[in-house]
């Protein structure tokens, strides 16, 4: 067996960035820029007005009250055309253009109109309350640096910007290819010795969450023929998945099958808990993982290593999966030679920091503890044992929807 380590960098040197695409703003949230995006215009375009209030020159409010002469206004979007003279004032609103002449603003709160006139009762200096031409962003500045996930924000920001389109990254295709004799398509009936298959549909919502293009290529049955078949239809994918099969079982036929069909392995075994018997390779010149059949194990190993894979065909800059700090509610044993993942329930204390609780059942089968948790304990190999407390590494699991 190799190391969680090991495994995780010969998993993802498999991986590149893929190439990009045009996509337009109301399709871009959840990918990742393939390039930067560069301002097609500045913000704000000229200097204006952050309140509303009047536009008029500092010096002639260097002393209060002070009564003068209103000549137009500058709404938002629009302009007062002349020069502003000294005596005089023009009405402006959030966003309007500050007109030449004009150094500063009286806000509306410190003035009495009275028809053409307005009186200030407070003074300003010069530069009060204007947003400068370019103070956001200036035309031909990077924005957003390529590798980033588009969020809501990042919308936003790209379309203030004045861009429709932004140029991302192709969305990994991962096929998903279901084994074992005892599975059924959830939603029949089940016969004698026959569950319902949850691995598939729960890799499709993992790969959809990553960012990539899940490819279900069903369930296949311990028969060599049919599963070479199926798995064959993943020669178009960026990766191929299975789950069940990979394990020292009379039925575990994946290594050895698909192994008469072309698949290379790179390393069978990896010494941590769930997740054992994981297989990565390529099958007929396509990256290939093989995940253990137990729903945890599947889970937990799409976490370890399939989001990393995904992300580095993203291009995506901060793609190592999140670990923090947090304190452990209950003791631990000491741990064995294997890096163990345990479901918990992460929480916050009153003082702030993140704790950590180990769920009470740890099997691998039972899926329900796994969503019962929104974290993974990480125990590293031979950990000592651990009390209440202490300070432990965590992967939360709460979901993030790529698009």
Not at 84 to 98: D, E, K, L, N, W
Not at 231 to 259: E, F, M, P, W, Y
Request: charged fraction near 20%; include cysteine; charge should be negative.
């Amino acid at each position: 067996m190799i190391s969680v380590e090991e495994a995780l960098a010969r998993t993802t040197e498999a991986f590149s960035p893929l190439p990009g695409e045009e996509v337009s703003l109301e399709k871009a949230l959840g990918r990742v820029l393939a390039e930067d995006a560069y301002a097609a215009v500045s913000h704000p375009p000229t200097d204006v007005s952050a309140m509303d209030g009047y536009a008029v020159r500092a010096k002639d409010v260097a002393q209060v009250p002070v009564s003068l002469s209103v000549m137009g206004e500058a709404p938002a979007g629009g302009a007062y055309k002349d020069e502003v003279m000294s005596g005089q004032a023009v009405r402006i609103f959030t966003g309007g253009t500050v007109p030449q002449g004009a150094d500063t603003i009286i806000i509306q709160e410190n003035t009495e109109r009275n028809g053409e006139t307005v009186m200030v009762v407070k003074g300003a200096r010069d530069g009060t309350y204007i947003r400068r031409q370019g103070m956001d962003f200036k035309t031909d500045e990077v924005g957003l640096k390529a590798g980033r996930r588009l969020a809501p924000r990042d919308i936003a920001f790209a379309a203030a910007m004045n861009l429709s389109h932004l140029t991302v990254r192709r969305k990994p295709s991962i096929a998903i290819l279901s084994t074992g004799d005892e599975l059924i398509l959830p939603g029949k009936t089940p016969g004698p010795n026959r569950i319902p298959g949850s691995n598939g549909p729960g890799l499709a919502a993992f790969v959809d969450s990553c960012g990539g293009n899940p490819v279900d290529l069903g369930i296949a049955p311990d028969d060599e023929k049919v599963l070479a078949a199926l798995a064959a239809g993943a020669k178009d994918s960026d990766l191929l998945v299975t789950s069940g099969g990979v394990s020292v079982g009379d039925h575990d036929i994946v290594r050895d099958a698909l192994g008469r069909h072309g698949l290379k392995v790179n390393f069978w075994g990896v010494a941590m808990r769930p997740g054992k018997p994981l297989l990565f390779g390529h099958f007929s010149g396509v990256p290939f993982l093989g995940f253990p059949g137990n729903p945890v194990a599947t889970l937990v190993c799409a976490t370890v290593y399939l989001r990393p894979a995904i992300d580095a065909m993203l291009g995506v800059c901060d793609g190592r999966t999140e670990e923090i700090s947090a304190r452990l509610t209950c003791n631990l044993d000491a741990n064995d030679e294997r890096q163990c993942y345990l479901r918990a329930h992460l929480s916050t204390d009153r003082e702030g920091n993140m704790t950590a609780t180990p769920l009470p059942k740890q099997d691998s089968a039972m899926i329900s503890i796994l969503s019962q948790a929104n974290g993974l304990l990480i125990r590293p190999p031979n950990a000592q044992a651990a009390k209440v407390g202490e300070c432990v590494t965590v992967i939360p699991l709460a979901g993030r929807h790529a698009g």
